[in-house]
Each structure stands twice: as structure tokens, then as C-alpha cells.
């Protein structure tokens, strides 16, 4: 009975509710816009972890620590499903995996089948060095999953083994070709196979092995620079200049990456960017977001301590956890930049953040939700938010019609969305 007076009580706003993924996303951009501190629109797009297990032993990843630092665990489907009715019809893209293996949640296609039924595109990122049944990659195929990476490095179980500790070569590689092979007999287009190869130094010249046996079975290969902990496996960094991040090539030369990267983006670099921007505030407190498998919700991907999650959905609702004071405080801070004693204070790590890298994590997701809007949408983003790049960019560019959305919009909402939400949350900003 609680549980439903809390919904009732969300749900009874001054302004009115966004009734499908558009509408919703032109208040979460016009949220972030303006800056605003508590916000009224949901998340576009979601990390969404189904697993925080995994039986491999990579190097570097949070599964390798010892003790661990974020609980073990897998999402029950009740959980999914709560989360998933109250924030799945606002969704244009969910990414089913972070921390651990998702094929180790028994409802991985559960979970994908109930998103596709909100019209949300799904992605899933597996090391497939685990046993997966026909049924379970035919189910995966027939009910549209969107995205398969594919984390595979190498084409020898010797190299492989270095970082997929645990891990079978021959096994992945022959769970990802039965993935193609299962695509082409359904006459399916999705999903799409991304074959993710970290390229390290012990496993850089299978490169030329794996492009052919990519082309092959027909995925598509993508080599990739890894973290590594350069102090000490920095004999690990390719000598493929390419595959190895910017921020080791200033270690290997000496010189101290983490106080560059402060200097670089710190509080005037992050000014600077967001300014040059023409919006205030970060992707990750207005457009996506990062729930874990135990339901805690991180402030974003990248957090691998528990202690810094902002809230949890174990006995809350999502838009709860969303406006409490947590993400009000880095709302606040990332719009002001001021440093006061309150926020050096404060245990919320967003206010040390100098990843200005990843607060832009959402914006090629709106890019093409924008892109393929009805054009009343454009039209109420272009009145709204005339400056915003991405609205520039998106009102002088054609449709795009890969990406689609089966939601409608109603026009009639949207007269009394522009004339009520708009000018409230302008006057009720100062702006």
C-alpha cells in the first residue's frame, strides 16, 4: 500500500508528466540547459547492470579486488521489472552490462524481451567464454537484441589468458561465430557484432589473424587501446602508438599523468568546456544514468566504490533517488563551480570529478533520438533552447531513419508542454 501512495505522490506534479520518449527528452534537455538543481524529466538512456558477477580474473577490473568494493551479485527480475515500469517508456537505449558477465543472470532474455517491448534499443557486452545455449542465442536474436560486444583479445588461448584470466579462446571465439551463424539463419539484421579486441603488447600481432577470421564469419573487429596499470605492467602498452591512451604515453614519459589531467580538466578546464557548450551541467545528472545489479544507482559507469553510489531502489522509486540531495548538490556545483566549504566537505565524488571526457556521454544518443523526432519536437527545441549545438546541429540536418522509435507524439500535449513547462521552469531559473 506504501509502495503505491509513493507512486501516486510522484506523480502528482505542478507541471505536467511527460507521456513518451520525445517529450521526455526535450524537458531533460531543457533541464540541463537551464542548470536546474531538482529535475522533473527521467533519464533517456540507462546503464543497467544484470550482473555484478563474473568468473573471469582480469586484471585491472573491479571482480580481480580483493576484498571487494562493489557487492557480487545478480539483479532479480522483480527488481528489473520495477525499474523498468517506471522509466522504460521515457528509454531510447538501455546497455545491459558494467561490472560483471550479464549471460550469468539467468534472465538476460527476459530482460532484453521486456525493453523491447517499451521500444528501447539494447545493448549487451559479454567475454562469451561461458557456455550459452541455441535456445538461448536464438531467443536473444528473435527478440531483438540490438547490440553483442564481443570482448575477445587475441586468437590464442596462450595471449588470450594473459588478461581473460580463466578465460577459453576457443570457447569465445566459437560462441560469438554461432552468434553470426544463429543471425543468418534467422534472417535476422540484429544484432549488430562489435568484437572488441584490446590490443596489448602479447597480442598485437593476432590482429591480422582476427581481421580475417572477423571478415569470415561476418563480424565486424574493433581494436581498442585497454586500461592498464602502467607502474606496474607497463611492459603490457602496444607499440601500436594508436592503442595506447594519451594518459600513458605522458607516465611512460615520465611525467606525473594524474596531475596533467588536473590541470587539464580541472574546475577552469571544465568552465571552459561546458561553457563552449552552451549548457550547464553533466550528461550523467540529466540524460542517463547507472544502476548497479544490487540497485544502487552510481553517478555514473565509471564508479567502481559503492560507498560513492548516490542512493539505492532496493525500498525507493528511481525519480526518488534521482532528485535527492546527493544529485541536487552536483547539480548545483557543476552549474556554479563554487567551492564552498559545504562541497569540500562533501562526500559526493562529483565534485572532484576532472573527467570531462565522460560528461558527454549521452549526447550521441540524443543526437540521433533528435535527429528522428517528429518535427514538432525540433520545432519546441529550436523555440526552447535556439543556442544548444546539439539543436543547431540536428534542425538543419535531414532524418535520419536508422534509428526509430515506435512511440507517437501528441501534438496536444505538446502546445500545453511548451506553453506550461517551458516558461515555468525559464521563470522559475531566473533566465
Not at 516558461?423 to 533566465?431: A, G, S, W
Request: charged fraction near 25%; charge should be positive.
Amino acid at each position: 500500500m506504501e509502495k503505491k501512495e509513493s507512486r501516486a505522490v510522484l506523480h502528482e506534479r505542478a507541471w505536467p508528466t511527460p507521456k513518451d520518449k520525445y517529450e521526455n527528452l526535450l524537458l531533460a534537455l531543457l533541464e540541463q540547459y537551464t542548470g536546474a538543481e531538482e529535475v522533473w524529466s527521467y533519464p533517456v538512456s540507462l546503464v543497467l547492470d544484470p550482473s555484478s558477477v563474473c568468473q573471469l580474473k582480469c586484471p585491472f577490473c573491479i571482480n580481480y579486488l580483493s576484498p571487494p568494493i562493489r557487492e557480487r551479485t545478480l539483479m532479480s527480475m522483480e527488481l528489473f521489472q520495477r525499474i523498468i515500469d517506471e522509466i522504460g517508456r521515457y528509454l531510447f537505449k538501455v546497455s545491459l552490462f558494467n561490472w560483471g558477465e550479464p549471460f550469468l543472470n539467468k534472465y538476460i532474455v527476459d530482460m532484453v524481451r521486456l525493453l523491447k517491448g517499451y521500444g528501447v534499443d539494447v545493448a549487451v557486452s559479454s567475454h562469451l567464454s561461458m557456455p550459452i545455449s541455441d535456445d538461448t542465442i536464438d531467443a536473444l536474436i528473435e527478440n531483438g537484441l540490438d547490440i553483442l560486444t564481443a570482448s575477445i583479445d587475441g586468437m590464442t588461448q596462450e595471449s588470450y589468458s594473459k588478461y581473460r584470466v580463466k578465460g577459453d579462446i576457443k570457447l569465445a571465439l566459437s560462441n560469438m561465430e554461432r552468434f553470426a551463424k544463429a543471425k543468418k539463419k534467422l534472417g535476422a539484421s540484429k544484432p549488430h557484432i562489435d568484437w572488441q579486441f584490446l590490443v596489448f603488447s602479447f597480442n598485437e600481432k593476432e590482429l591480422t589473424e582476427a581481421k580475417e577470421f572477423a571478415n569470415r564469419i561476418g563480424v565486424d573487429l574493433r581494436p581498442a587501446p585497454p586500461y592498464v596499470n602502467v607502474e606496474t605492467h607497463s611492459h603490457w602498452l602496444s607499440s601500436v602508438d594508436k592503442y595506447v591512451m594519451e594518459i600513458y604515453k605522458k607516465k611512460t614519459q615520465g611525467i606525473d599523468s594524474q596531475s596533467v589531467d588536473r590541470l587539464q580538466q580541472g574546475i577552469h578546464g571544465r568552465i571552459e568546456t561546458l561553457a563552449s557548450q552552451f549548457y550547464k551541467g553533466c550528461d550523467w545528472h540529466y540524460l542517463i544514468s547507472a544502476i548497479n545489479a544490487n540497485g544502487s544507482v552510481s553517478p555514473c559507469c565509471g564508479i567502481m566504490a559503492e560507498a560513492e553510489d548516490f542512493g539505492s531502489l532496493a525500498d525507493k522509486m528511481f525519480y526518488e533517488v534521482w532528485n535527492n540531495d546527493m544529485y541536487k548538490t552536483a547539480r548545483r556545483y557543476l552549474r556554479t563551480q563554487c567551492r564552498t566549504r559545504e562541497y569540500l566537505e562533501s562526500r559526493n565524488v562529483c565534485l572532484n570529478c576532472t573527467r570531462t571526457e565522460i560528461m558527454g556521454y549521452g549526447q550521441d544518443i540524443v543526437r540521433l533520438a533528435l535527429l528522428n523526432a517528429p518535427s514538432e519536437i525540433k520545432e519546441g527545441a529550436k523555440r526552447l533552447m535556439p543556442r544548444h549545438p546539439l539543436v543547431k546541429e540536428v534542425v538543419n540536418t535531414p532524418v535520419h531513419l536508422a534509428y526509430k522509435v515506435s512511440q507517437s507524439v501528441s501534438s496536444t500535449f505538446l502546445q500545453g508542454f511548451f506553453k506550461k513547462v517551458g516558461k515555468r521552469i525559464l521563470k522559475r531559473l531566473c533566465l
